[in-house]
């Protein structure tokens, strides 16, 4: 307990120097505006902005990144809320009580309830990960090469597993995600691998490359596909502190869920979309109005955003103790810390007490500082959704381009992106995800090395793997989850009707409230959107 | 059309979730997907010649083959599955298809013309053909837009953060 406490002393001693300051402030400042970009969510952002930590100090790299992505989570809320139009997954939740209450207008208070709920959310979460991590670090240390395998590989299986959508996909998207990782040299032998004579690939491919090509340029195309959003026609939200009945109302399920959002968001590949699902059907259930849900739900709204950022602050947890990212957005962090030659992992602690205490330390201070921003601001910020995504997407292209560039001074690197934002496009019209792609590239060097060792240590004998306990036990939980889907997807197969007729009851009350158009409130005019601010697959209207 | 789709409005979460995180959904109208099998199996080919020509090694003694050698047959594997469970998928219509290619294609060519223009004279082509012909802005703030942006990018990475960017 003395440790931890010193830890955080120490941390907020790294946090509170004026440069690191500065960081965490832009970091959830560029995070918040960002995320606001409607279509793009916290992986992009954070790929898009990753070229740009490279000139800064580990600690205050990873700070910045860290508030790029617990800032652009708050920020995702707001065109979630005000145009039905989500920046990632777990952003869709809050779709559903975020926008009918915008359209009964209420944007305001929805808006100033999940500027609290994600504060409280991620407090409670960051709280929990001081003083869960340095136990859990204790623990790792003792992680040999098979542990590290399993560990690794449980990691990437689970994101696999726990992902909606086809598992064979993912599993052939991860794959491809490790092949890419091999190019270049050898870590034992450093014979040239896959670089087919090409000089540059000896080199390997820039985690940048990647990361910004995917998400970034991949991002761009869709959106181009799919045509720009228009941008908010009106941006008048009225009153932004909720009443005292709505913090009545939503207070239990804040608690409820920033729980909740703790406890998956440490779960690899549990992070912001399960929690922010979980934490809305446990609400429902807890809720004394569950008929509201779906149709401007106070509760249900609170719940989403205070998982979703609970999870994103706690999904540190491996990443900082077990050097293995949760999800796509962490391994892009891990990715970063690469670049600074850090390795994280369980000497983290030990090695870099700086960056380890220092980003948690920074974490509080970025939570208060997103409260201000989005309290007393949110007017601004809600003001700057009225930039069509037509000027954006240009701007967002050029930062894209020259931040590639300036981590290497490589055209080349330049030429990769573009390439896997192609890749990235193609991929995504195939429906294969780029999440276990990213995590798959970022993991391969790490299960190649633990893999190719453990071999080694064992001649040749898978037994390594099942003699330990720590694998022992991380397989056994990755059978259970693996049974798990394929029993809740037969179930699901099995009942398509119960299923459909209850959704379509659901969609029938969003449906008949949406149509009743906008309804002013006591509290502001409702917000109006601007000519084409649709984003696929959030609107009905999208296949017309 | 909206009454067309009823079962894509019944499913709001499972639709929503499923076009953000790149996954199928089979009952999505579209043809069946034999592109991905075919693909996929043309990526493991050149992926498993070189690995087997570096040397596999053993599984006591791994060789700098073996690993991506095991990945690729782990995509091979995946081929039979993917063309048993025949997903669909949303092709896009020719006029998605061009606004797709006014952006990658010249972003490919900014590459090698960066060499020749820098990064403002290479740059504010492409803005130009992404502001007015893929997000359809007017001439004016497309001009704007083709201008500023490059020069403003500039400013920031070379100008601020001392990157090694030629402007033209």
Known sequence: MTDILAGLGHGFSVAFQPENLLFVLIGVTVGTLIGLIPGLGPVATIALLLPLTFSLDPAGAVMMLAGIYYGSMYGGRIPAILLRLPGDASAVVTTFDGYPLAQQGRAGPALGITAIGSFLGGTVAIIGLSFLAPTLAGVAKSVGSPDMFVLAAMGLLMIVFLGSGSKVKAIVSAALGVIVATVGLDPTTADPRLTYGSFELTA?????????????????????????????????????????????????????????????????????????????????????????????????????????????????????????????????????????????????????????????????????????????????????????????????????????????????????????????????????????????????????????????????????????????VLMSLLLAVIIWTVADSRRKNMRPTIDQFREAERAEGVVAESDSGARPGSEGEPVEEGDTPRHPGTDPRHDA | MRNSQPAREQEPLREHLDDFEGTPQL?????????????????????????????????????????????????????????????????????????????????????????WLGLIGAGAPVMLIVARFVARMRWRTSILIAVIAPAAVYALFALALGVNLRPF
Not at chain 1, 396 to 402: H, N, S, Y
């Open chain 1, 204 to 472: 390997g491919v820039s985690i940048v490359a990647v990361a910004v090509g995917l998400f970034g340029i991949g991002e761009i195309l869709y959106n181009a596909q799919q045509g720009f959003y228009g941008g908010l026609a009106r941006s008048a939200i009225g009153r932004v502190l909720p009443t005292r009945a709505d913090w009545l109302m939503t207070r239990m399920a804040i608690l409820r869920s920033s729980i909740i959002g703790f406890f998956i968001g440490i779960i690899p590949g549990g992070g912001g979309t399960i929690s922010a699902v979980v934490a809305y059907g446990a609400e429902r259930r807890f809720s004394r109005h569950p008929e509201k849900f779906g149709k401007g739900a106070m509760d249900g709204l609170a719940a989403t955003e205070t998982a979703d950022n609970s999870s994103s602050n706690s999904s540190f947890l491996p990443l900082l103790t077990l050097g293995v990212p949760p999800n796509p957005v962490l391994a892009l962090i891990f990715g970063a810390l690469l670049l600074h030659n850090i390795t994280p992992g369980p000497q983290l602690i030990d090695e870099y007490p700086d960056v380890f205490w220092g980003v948690i330390a920074s974490m509080y201070v970025g939570n208060i500082l997103l409260l201000i921003l989005n309290l007393p601001l949110i007017g601004l910020f809600v003001r700057l959704l009225r930039i069509p995504g037509g000027i954006m997407a240009p701007i967002i292209l050029m930062v894209a381009v020259a931040g590639v560039y300036s981590v290497r001074n490589s055209m080349f690197d330049v030429l990769l992106a573009v390439i896997f934002g192609i890749v990235g496009y193609v991929l995504r019209t195939f429906n294969f995800g780029l999440g276990p792609f990213v995590l798959g590239f970022i993991l391969g060097p790490l299960l190649e090395e633990h893999f190719r060792r453990s071999m080694v240590l064992s001649d040749g004998s898978f037994m390594i793997f099942l003699t330990r306990p720590i694998p022992l």
């Open chain 2, 27 to 115: 009952d999505e109208p579209g043809p069946v997907d034999w592109w991905s099998p075919v693909v996929l199996a043309a990526l493991a080919a050149v992926v498993i010649i070189p690995a087997v020509q570096l040397g596999l090694g053993s599984i006591a003694r791994p060789g700098p083959g073996l690993w991506p050698f095991l990945n690729a047959m782990l995509v091979v594997a995946a081929i039979p599955l993917l063309l048993a469970t025949r997903h669909r998928f949303h092709p896009p219509n020719r006029s998605e298809l061009t606004r797709v290619a006014l952006v990658a294609g010249p972003l490919l060519l900014f590459v090698p013309a960066y060499d």
